[in-house]
């Protein structure tokens, strides 16, 4: 697995992720449909070219899952035991379809397991940018990491 463990990180430590995606038509419908939001701003093109942005806006969620998605081969992938939650969650521009998504990642705490001496808590900050760099998605995340040995 690609992911690192526990003792592999540290504060301060900064991840610029070579995966990027740019979000389709069919992204947005199919994630808005699967998780039944029907907000006319993500999923009715003509309802959206009447508000302010003229187009329809990319599911945020959709966007936050995406931009800790695209982190995790460099950080996680194969070594995490599980989220532990994700806080101060923001979208400070829109996400429009045909939009390409980049991430960096920075490592803002690390904390060894006080029960379990197999695993750790590492506190990540994701950052979202589209392809003129603005951001459009910020969110701090929790994870459980495995050690490497315990």
Known sequence: MSGLYFEQFSVGQTFNHELTKTVTEADNMMFSTMTLNPQPLHIDRHFAQNTQW???????????????????????????????????????????QGDSIHVETEVKAVRASKSKP??????????????????VAICTRQAMMRRSVS
């Open 118 to 135: 197999d695993r750790g808590i590492v506190t990540f900050e994701h950052r979202g940018y589209n392809q003129d760099n603005v951001l």
């Open 54 to 96: 003229g187009q329809p806006l990319v599911n945020s969620i959709f966007t936050l899952g995406l931009v800790i998605g695209i982190s995790v081969g460099d950080t996680t992938l194969g070594t995490t035991i599980g989220n532990l939650g994700m806080s101060d969650v923001r979208f400070p521009a829109p996400v429009f």
